[in-house]
């Protein structure tokens, strides 16, 4: 299990802040993500993750403060209305209730999840200590906090998610130009069926199906064979900079190292679990109320999910092949991609419509030329980078897939169409 070493802003208990900040709330969030990374959850997993944990936050905000039916996302999506009864009349904590309820259901609803028990009751020392909250009304914020996410809870079990071991399993084709396990741990696909879950904000994926990747052809001047092409070049001429680029933005969860005859797992956060990272590092920047970080933390992780359940259709339905297959079988047996290839089809690129439609939402949000210094990966040795927008950062990760060498262009490029049709529609929805 990864040890990880933030906690609890130091500056919380200075003079100077007589209530709770919204780091508290973030650093708690951070706790969530652990628990994902030493779950290795998929990135679509991570995403639902996420979505639910978050709604628990959202929730219990909403039926403890005054905020109208307007600034509710259970209101403004496919979520059925929430059977709770209104709280504002009981005089808890929001800032407990609401952290305290995102960790309950994340201990929940993810295989490890008991692990948060423990974050749990640093939250209660954290309000005990700091008078935040009485000891004395303890027990009714706890159970407040549970009941909220008991409703969240039964809301998710009924979204497809438990059903998926039953579906049937997916069989690689036999033919030529789809996609089949890759070195070095020749994983089996990854979530085949999570097309099947229900979805937030989009109700048909119809809309947002991208055009159809280039189909397979070896012959000189297709554009298979010119996008194989593209990404053997590319991948073995890549300057110091497109190597920074390609391992910042790798957030592969399933990446392995061999020792001998010993597999080890490389942990790392997923390509949602950034994008929730640096929806953190914006709520901070911009000075945001503890209302406003619940807010646009549920939305771009409800988002995030949609994308996923989007993405994740297309690349069944394709099931095109990985360019570490190509062009180790078509042009140079002993070509390696720079980063390790996710075990599940090429096309769309997953980084490319999810990073799209969590850019689009947060530009939304927090406006464009919004600049920010992402720290996101530094725990994982990497440097921090500084954009000045957050579809500049989208356009990084998109590309960031050809340096890598595991995608071609075409994934990428219709990947950036299809997150930018999700996102035009979720924020028509909630605006």
Known sequence: MISFTIGINESLFGQ???EPTIDLFIDNLFYVTEVMVTDVASPPAAA??????????????????????????????????????????????????????????????????????????????????????SKRNLNEHVLFAQQVAAEVLKISGSDGYNQLSTLTRYTPKRNEGHWYPTPPAYMAAVEPEWRTLKTFFISDLAPYKPNPPAPFNLEEGSSFKNQMTEVFEVTSNLTDEQKLVANFWDCNPFMVQFSGHMAIGMKKISPGGHWVGITGIASKKAGLSWKETIYIHTLVS????????????EKYDSDRIRPESAIQKYVDQSWRPL???????????GHSVISKTSAMVLTDYFGDNFDFIDDSEVYFGLPEREFNSFNLAAEEAAISRLYG?????????????????????????VN
């Open 339 to 349: 980063l390790q290839t996710p075990p599940f089809p090429e096309y769309t690129s």
């Open 48 to 133: 639902r993750f996420y979505a639910y944990s978050m709604l628990g936050a959202h929730l219990a905000w909403n039926q403890l403060t005054s905020s109208s039916d307007e600034s509710c996302l259970f209101s403004k999506s496919n979520l059925p209305s929430p059977d709770l009864i209104n709280g504002t009349e009981k005089k808890l904590s929001p800032e407990f209730v609401a952290t305290y309820a995102m960790m309950e259901v994340g201990k929940k609803i993810m295989p490890s999840g008991k692990l948060l028990e423990i974050k749990q009751e640093e939250l209660i020392k954290t309000f005990t200590k700091s008078k935040w909250l």
């Open 405 to 429: 060498g595991i995608h071609f262009r075409d994934a990428i490029e219709e990947g950036v169409k299809q997150g930018e049709k999700i996102a035009k529609f979720i924020l028509d929805r």
């Open 302 to 313: 409800m988002a995030l999910h949609d994308a996923f359940v989007s993405c994740w259709e």
């Open 16 to 18: 100077k802040h007589n």
